[in-house]
């Protein structure tokens, strides 16, 4: 099993759509969440931190469920520019500190 | 200021060849990372520094692979024997914090080093 597995892609939706992405994580020991956005043939960039009580930013909302082991990323009233590859990011401090990537959520907007 | 910076962008080798790629963390960051992106792939966790701790190389493929930071600042990350395997983006990231902080902290990317091995 993988370290962190996020929902298989690719996402088509129309522009206005709502979409959510998921991710589970196997380390119950994980300390810190993020989500990272990354355009084709460009490096990741962080979107946003993930906290237990959830936390909002604009359009996109992210959650939070540590018992279940479970984070996810809403985006509400998709734009074009949000088509791009979705990456759940998990810190981890087990045998010695790692950064794990999920193998990322691609998403294409259309008009 | 100035971002993590890696050089080369791009670089093209025959099989055999070792190659070194470099990466400039921000400035004041005690973390820097390697990974790998192979097309189409998600990001391959490959090795961790922070500060003067011994690194994480768990991620290292194989004995080819090696990396080292030289005064908790630039880093070299050299491939012995390129395969084309090997071909791939590598991309270093720095964060800043000081031991258990780190974790806690977003990482910055450089623009990466696209690998061709022929």
């Known amino acids: 099993r993988k370290e962190v597995e996020q929902d298989p892609g690719p996402f088509n939706v129309p522009e206005g759509a709502t979409v959510a992405f998921n991710c589970t994580y196997s380390n119950s020991a994980s300390q810190s969440f993020f989500w990272y956005r990354q355009d084709c043939r460009k490096e990741p960039k962080l979107l946003m931190s993930?906290?237990?009580s959830g936390n909002e930013d604009g359009r996109f909302t992210a959650q939070l469920n540590r018992a279940s082991q479970y984070i996810s990323l809403l985006i509400r009233d998709s734009k074009l520019s949000d088509s791009a590859t979705y990456l759940c990011?998990?810190?981890?401090?087990?045998?010695?500190?790692?950064?794990?990537f999920g193998a990322g959520t691609r998403l294409f907007v259309k008009a | 200021g100035a971002g993590v910076s890696q050089s080369p962008s791009n670089k093209v080798t025959e099989k055999g060849k070792d190659v070194e790629l470099r990466c400039d963390p921000i400035s004041g960051h005690t973390a820097l990372y390697w990974y790998r992106q192979s097309l189409g792939q998600g990001l391959e966790f490959l090795i961790y520094?922070?500060?003067?701790?011994?690194?994480?190389k768990s991620g290292l493929p194989s004995d080819r692979f090696s990396a080292e930071r030289t005064g908790g600042s630039v880093s070299t990350l050299t491939i012995q024997r390129t395969q084309q395997e090997d071909s791939a983006v590598y991309l270093c990231?720095?964060?800043?914090?000081?031991?258990?902080?780190?974790?806690?902290?977003?990482?910055?990317f450089g623009n990466g080093t696209r690998l061709t091995v022929t």
């Open positions: 990231a720095s964060s800043p914090g000081q031991g258990h902080v780190s974790y806690n902290s977003p990482l910055h």
């Open positions: 520094f922070q500060g003067n701790s011994a690194p994480d």
């Open positions: 993930v906290y237990s």
């Open positions: 990011v998990v810190n981890g401090r087990t045998g010695g500190f790692k950064t794990i």
